[in-house]
């Protein structure tokens, strides 16, 4: 009588444990077919992602880009014309005007005046001038040789060969 009080427990735990079994693998596989259903989204540990150009196609205007630490791949369109229209780079000009006068939204601090008037003389520097006091130097034939002059700034003199300043790193127009 205990013999058989003992099987039918371990077939009642065997039906338990298989009814567990049978649980976690429906939720499993449920589980899985929603996620696949939803499109695989797999989460990338490679983030930020750091993009090198891999290939750039001219008349579509298109260019594919590659992640450097994982692979990933981005393809993506390039509107030249508004680059263009933009100006990829900032004159001098422009930017001594901003540093000038700068326009912030409110919340934003602009850094001290030293720094804005340190990068004011050095974007200047950047503006060329004319050399002073011109000077054409002949070779013994008499033929012109080159050019000589004083930088606008400092008073250097100068050969045209120097497109900046020696001294004072002012950048020169020689013609």
């Not at 891999?54 to 014309?81: H, M, N, P, S």
């Not at 700068?102 to 004319?130: S, T, Y």
Request: overall charge positive.
């Amino acid at each position: 009588m205990i013999e058989i009080i003992n099987n039918i427990f371990m077939a009642l735990g065997m039906c338990v444990v298989a009814f567990v079994i049978y649980g976690l693998f429906y939720s499993i596989i449920r589980k899985f077919n929603k996620w696949r259903k939803d499109g695989c989204k797999i989460k990338c540990l490679c983030k930020p992602h750091k993009y090198e150009l891999f290939w750039y196609w001219k008349d579509t205007e298109e260019a594919v880009l590659v992640c450097r630490k994982c692979g990933k791949r981005k393809q993506i369109f390039i509107d030249y014309d508004s680059i263009k229209e933009k100006g990829s780079i900032m004159k001098p000009e422009e930017a001594i005007k901003k540093l000038r006068y700068p326009e912030l939204p409110d919340g934003l601090v602009m850094v001290g005046l030293e720094a804005r008037q340190e990068a004011i003389k050095a974007l200047e520097k950047q503006i060329p001038k004319n050399p002073n006091n011109i000077k054409s130097i002949l070779d013994f034939s008499g033929n012109y040789y080159t050019s000589r002059g004083n930088c606008p700034c400092c008073g250097e003199e100068l050969n045209r060969s120097f497109i900046y300043c020696n001294k004072c790193g002012q950048k020169l127009n020689w013609e």
